[in-house]
């Protein structure tokens, strides 16, 4: 499981063309190593010059962004700072149309929660204040 992070790898990785343990695993290397992230910049520099597709672009592009899973917890306030951070820095400093786009449709889906809950609140609210209207009724 703790085979060297090559080239190869990395590549694979960039291209979205490996398993989710590999993912998390590479991901963790970046974090960790300095030498790893100089490999991947330096990978990227050289594909640079091969790939101008929109394809290649998009893809690099991409991968900084932060899943949708993680843009969901940055709208719940819910991850570590240094996440938080890199995640507000994506979205408002390079101002990732995806990521923008993303985050604008979990806050819409948020905000019909939200109402669906309050609507829920009043829902019991009503049942339960009506339910005591036959008692005052038996009494009068
Ligand atoms: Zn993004």
Known sequence: MTAPI????????????????????IEQALR????????LTLMLR??????????AIWR?????CPSRQQVGSFLLGVLEDDAHDYI???????????CLANLA????QHQAGADDQAKQRRKRLFQSSAGLLP???KKK
């Open 88 to 98: 507000q820095f994506h979205m408002q400093t390079i101002g990732c149309a995806y």
């Open 6 to 25: 090559t080239r190869e790898l990395l590549s694979a990785y960039v291209d979205d063309a490996l398993g989710e343990t590999e993912i998390a695993r």
């Open 105 to 108: 449709d979990l806050q819409a």
């Open 135 to 137: 008692a005052d009724k």
């Open 46 to 55: 050289d594909r640079d010059r091969g790939e101008h597709s929109v394809g």
């Open 32 to 39: 960790d190593s300095d030498v790893i992230r100089q490999q």
């Open 60 to 64: 690099r592009n991409r991968l900084s």
